[in-house]
């Protein structure tokens, strides 16, 4: 039986995308699916990636201050860029401000909408202020300008620690000098895939990302995802499935599901036989609710509440959009439901993503109500759940995918 503890703890590393130690991660995803009896392909793919060359922050008005900061990757370059500050409290109410020839200095990640906002106001760099104020480190996250906004124009922005931002803030800056330069190369990520054969001609696919963000070891988000795929694949092995099962290790989806995306575009012509997505987003946390988000018919809502209830385990569900790897599957009309935990006293994404979050009682847990779920699905005589998505959950995905804007 593999030890789900132990193989969170070989995994407790950084493991960001297109990196050596993402890849690291997948090969030793590979040897423990072998050790059980499982081969699988790892499936490359294409990432548009860059290197740092040069980033710095100035303050140079009302008072005169460097700052540490960090490059965002796939954006613009500039060198000693001088321009006078914006400082923007409120992403949401960009309106009030005149950013025109200006540098906008806010708090977070920059969107879609508000990203197109800024261009079309006039806006020239951006300064993101991240992190957490009360965190003792002040490491600042590598984030990058993802494709969709790169479309629109790159702006030269860098990222600066969320307390530094706050001290701009409230000495009044008014002038920025800022420069960052980084080099583009094509780089690579890649999905581990594995099946194991049922005796319908049907199919259920599960899937994990299994890569982190850059201060994360990523022992919630998602090693422990990968871990349960792990168990599952383990599981299933010696239990054979009615349907066929085909399960997927996800690189790159902290860089907007860029490994399940890549997997529904190469293996578009077989979607069809595809009848449920269930993904694996951080579960088995020492304390935490669990959830299922499903993107797909209510009735499997019900379907999940009715498990849960008999078996007293509680998980919160409801249909939505997950931003996880279940979403392009469910954009491809494949119903998905996601399985996860949510703490709002445990943020992810930073360096308290550790083995310190993770307890081997609640991960089986959460664990052994995915494994009776997943079993039901796999071995009922026909999927209890319609192979459509409706109109309410379409629109869901138009507005994660940024095909329609919200509310
Ligand atoms: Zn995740």
């Known amino acids: 039986m593999l030890d789900e503890m132990q193989i969170l703890k070989e995994l407790e590393y950084t493991r960001t995308w297109g990196s050596k130690e993402e890849l690291k991660a997948a090969k030793y995803i590979q040897t423990t699916l072998k050790k059980i009896g499982i081969e699988s392909t790892l499936e490359k793919f294409k990432l548009n990636n860059s290197e740092?060359?040069?980033?710095?922050?100035?303050?140079?008005?009302?008072?005169?201050?460097?700052?540490?900061?960090?490059?965002?990757?796939?954006?613009?370059?500039?060198?000693?860029?001088?321009?006078?500050?914006?400082?923007?409290?409120?992403?949401?109410?960009?309106?009030?401000?005149?950013?025109?020839?200006?540098?906008?200095?806010?708090?977070?990640?920059?969107?879609?909408?508000?990203?197109?906002?800024?261009?079309?106001?006039?806006?020239?760099?951006?300064?993101?202020?991240?992190?957490?104020?009360?965190?003792?480190?002040?490491?600042?996250?590598?984030?990058e300008l993802r494709e969709k906004l790169q479309e629109l124009g790159k702006l030269p922005i860098v990222s600066c620690n969320i307390k530094d931002l706050y001290e701009m803030a409230s000495k009044g800056v008014s002038q920025i000098k800022m420069t960052t330069v980084q080099k583009a190369f094509v780089g690579s990520s890649q999905n581990v895939v594995a099946h194991i054969k049922g005796r319908s001609?049907?199919?259920?696919?599960?899937?994990?990302?299994?890569?982190?963000?850059?201060?994360?070891?990523?022992?919630?988000?998602?090693?422990?995802?990968?871990?349960?795929?792990?168990?599952?694949?383990?599981?299933?092995?010696?239990?054979?499935p009615l349907h066929n099962m085909t399960f997927i290790w996800c690189g790159a989806e902290?860089?907007?599901?860029?490994?399940?995306?890549?997997?529904?575009?190469?293996?578009?012509?077989?979607?069809?036989?595809?009848?449920?997505?269930?993904?694996?987003?951080?579960?088995g946390a020492t304390i935490g609710k669990f959830l299922a988000c499903v993107t797909g018919e209510e009735k499997m809502v019900g379907y999940i509440d009715y498990l849960s209830s008999i078996k007293g385990k509680a998980c919160h569900c409801y249909q939505d959009v997950y931003s996880s790897d279940s979403t392009p599957f469910a954009d491809n009309g494949i119903p998905a439901v996601s399985f996860g935990q949510g703490n709002p006293a445990t943020p992810i994404h930073c360096c308290f993503d550790t083995m310190f979050l993770m307890n081997k009682d609640s991960f089986n847990d959460d664990y052994q109500f995915i494994e009776e779920f997943?079993?039901?699905?796999?071995?009922?005589?026909?999927?209890?759940?319609?192979?459509?998505?409706?109109?309410?959950?379409?629109?869901?995905?138009?507005?994660?995918?940024?095909?329609?804007?919200?509310?």
């Open 52 to 143: 740092l060359e040069k980033v710095s922050l100035e303050v140079t008005k009302p008072y005169k201050k460097k700052y540490a900061c960090n490059f965002y990757k796939l954006a613009g370059n500039a060198t000693n860029l001088v321009k006078d500050v914006v400082f923007v409290k409120d992403i949401n109410e960009l309106r009030k401000y005149d950013v025109e020839n200006k540098i906008v200095l806010l708090q977070g990640r920059i969107r879609y909408w508000k990203y197109k906002e800024l261009i079309e106001a006039g806006c020239k760099g951006i300064v993101l202020g991240d992190g957490h104020l009360f965190a003792e480190d002040n490491d600042i996250d590598t984030r």
């Open 201 to 240: 001609k049907r199919h259920v696919v599960l899937t994990a990302h299994y890569d982190s963000t850059a201060l994360s070891k990523g022992s919630w988000d998602n090693a422990s995802g990968s871990v349960g795929l792990l168990k599952l694949a383990e599981h299933f092995s010696k239990n054979e």
């Open 254 to 283: 902290e860089r907007g599901l860029c490994g399940s995306k890549a997997y529904v575009k190469k293996h578009k012509k077989e979607l069809d036989k595809y009848d449920l997505c269930i993904n694996l987003d951080m579960i």
């Open 374 to 407: 997943v079993s039901n699905m796999v071995n009922a005589k026909r999927i209890p759940i319609e192979r459509t998505i409706p109109d309410n959950m379409k629109e869901r995905l138009d507005i994660y995918l940024f095909r329609k804007r919200g509310k």
